[in-house]
């Protein structure tokens, strides 16, 4: 399918940054999109800030790979931000082949009165330079810049499906279907292959790895998961090439439930670590998984996404639905899980009183102060007044890419080509 043919604002990233103040989203037409929250006004405390467009900038370009004779898509697979070190944000963004260090910088003041150049920012004749001045600084309309600082290319043969910064804020990760990158963030020209699961004969190939992330507070270790279902956890200070996992989390397929779509749903399509570092949470087609790291022998919650579509799956081969990627994310305090699905549905999984909601993302919903109502999706004949049939629900409409405040109960979610956010009253029955 050319590229072209794809809109080219459909957002395929979002990610807030570390103090939720700061929220990114990046789309298939290789821009990302900046956005500040608003400081609390004076008159009305207490009131949230709303999130405003704070910067846009073209990240990638589309490129052609002239040996393989293959056009190279500019959309943004993945966005991180880096740690605040100073005044200044850094987030790093990638395509299927190139990593890019961006730094974001905020200007309201410029200086005035030099010494050897005029008005115009020309040199002066040294000659007429009498008297010395002291130059000032004057305040201006805020621009904010962006700017390249480091590109990381050449590290990836097939398409990179994620980055993850190191707790040590020194170095990162970039993962593609075999392999796996260690890079430093100074050094562009060469980064350290940690993972390679290329087989001598890609005939014998039977998994590819989908996600990857490091643990968010021992530098040491990074878990990648699997199209087989199987997430590994590996440590760098056992051996350079992490090949032989410190632990694999596989769960045993039931026999009476296998299929020819068996392997397909299996797949996990993102995996993120809890905020304590205690739990990892995946996504696969049908269900979210909770596990705990020092438990490998099977999840410890699973949480049913849409279970109705089960007895679909046929279709959503044919329609190649059965392929998409959903994302999953923690809430602040790890006790809530949040996840899309089609229809512009998304699901809330609450750990501790089991609860869970089904909620929309819609024009209806997203007007100010609109309290988010619970959808149902039924399944055969009887249905209540606001049900919606399964066979009804649009699979063009799905949302694949969320992300939740790190703090607060704020959530973004993508879909197709617009951006909503809600804010703490986000379902009063979840908390």
Same mark, same amino acid.
Request: aromatic share 10%; charged share 25%; glycine share 4%.
């Given at each position: 399918? #050319? ?86 944000? $850094? ?8 990593? +890019? ?9 410029? #200086? ?11 040199? +002066? ?93 021992? &530098? ?9 279902? $199987? ?10 090439? &992490? ?21 397909? %749903? ?23 998984? *909770? ?19 089960? $007895? ?12 998409? +990627?959903?994302? &999953?994310?923690?809430?602040? $305090? ?22 869970? *909601? ?38 063009? +409409? ?14 973004? %979610? ?6 909503? %956010? ?10």
């Amino acid at each position: 399918m #050319p590229a072209h043919s794809v809109p080219a604002d459909i957002i395929s990233t979002v990610e807030f940054n570390h103090t939720g103040e700061l929220l990114a989203t990046g789309d298939k037409g290789g821009r990302v999109v900046i956005f500040q929250r608003e400081p609390e006004s004076k008159n009305t405390p207490h009131s949230q800030g709303e999130y405003d467009v704070y910067s846009t900038f073209q990240s990638h370009e589309p490129e052609f790979d002239y040996l393989k004779s293959l056009e190279i898509e500019e959309k943004i697979n993945k966005i991180k931000w880096l740690p605040q070190q100073n005044a200044a944000h $850094s987030l790093l963004s990638t395509n299927d082949k190139t990593i +890019k260090l961006w730094k974001i910088t905020e200007r309201d003041k410029r #200086p005035e009165g030099y010494n050897l150049k005029d008005e115009e920012g020309k040199l +002066k004749d040294l000659s007429t330079v009498t008297s010395l001045q002291v130059p000032v600084l004057k305040p201006m309309d805020l621009m904010v810049e962006v700017s390249p600082r480091r590109v990381f290319a050449n590290g990836h043969t097939y398409h990179i499906n994620s980055i993850s910064v190191n707790s040590d804020c020194e170095t990162y990760m970039s993962a593609d279907d075999l392999r796996i990158n260690l890079w430093h963030l100074a050094i562009t020209d060469r980064s350290f292959n940690i993972v390679d699961i290329k087989p001598a004969n890609m005939e014998d190939l039977t998994e590819v790895i989908t996600a990857s992330e490091f643990h968010p507070h021992h &530098c040491n270790l990074f878990v990648y998961s699997s199209s087989k279902g $199987s997430l590994r956890l590996c440590d760098m200070r056992a051996a350079a090439l &992490c090949d032989k996992h410190s632990k694999l989390f596989e769960e045993p397929e039931d026999p009476s439930n296998r299929s020819f779509f068996s392997e397909i %749903i299996s797949s996990v399509s993102d995996v993120k670590f809890s905020h304590s570092g205690r739990y990892m949470l995946t996504r696969d087609y049908l269900t979210v998984k *909770v596990w705990d790291l020092n438990m490998e022998a099977r999840p410890i919650e699973t949480y049913q996404v849409h279970d109705y579509l089960r $007895s679909k799956l046929c279709s959503l081969y044919e329609n190649d639905c059965i392929f998409d +990627k959903f994302e &999953c994310a923690w809430n602040g $305090s790890d006790s809530v899980i949040m996840t899309g699905a089609y229809n512009n549905f998304f699901r809330m999984f609450d750990r501790n009183t089991k609860r869970d *909601v089904t909620l929309e993302a819609s024009r209806e919903s997203s007007k100010p102060r609109a309290v988010l109502k619970p959808r149902r999706v039924c399944v055969g004949g009887k249905r209540r007044r606001d049900d919606i049939s399964v066979d009804s629900l649009d699979f063009t +409409k799905k949302i694949l890419h969320t992300a939740w405040h790190p703090a607060e109960n704020i959530i973004a %979610i993508a879909a197709t080509n617009n951006l909503y %956010i809600f804010q703490d009253k986000v379902n009063s029955d979840m908390h």
